[in-house]
């Protein structure tokens, strides 16, 4: 992530983050931002969902 990101490059970072890594939630400030614009706030879920198909796939 840049230095002073913007709140698009924020949310676009931590979607990917929770995409692949359960490490950490996401921020409170940032999932305001996903609240406020009407988005879905994205989970661990979907690393799980996504790991689970790929692993049937091979």
């Known amino acids: 992530?840049?230095?002073n990101p913007k709140p698009e490059q924020r949310m676009a970072w931590h979607a990917g983050h929770a995409?692949?890594?359960?490490?950490?939630?996401?921020p409170a400030g940032v999932v305001r931002l996903f609240v406020e614009r009407g988005l879905p706030v994205p989970t661990?879920?979907?690393?799980?969902?996504?790991?689970?198909?790929?692993?049937?796939?091979?």
């Open 19 to 26: 995409a692949n890594c359960g490490c950490r939630p996401i």
């Open 1 to 3: 992530m840049p230095k």
């Open 44 to 58: 661990e879920t979907a690393r799980v969902e996504v790991a689970g198909r790929k692993g049937q796939e091979q």
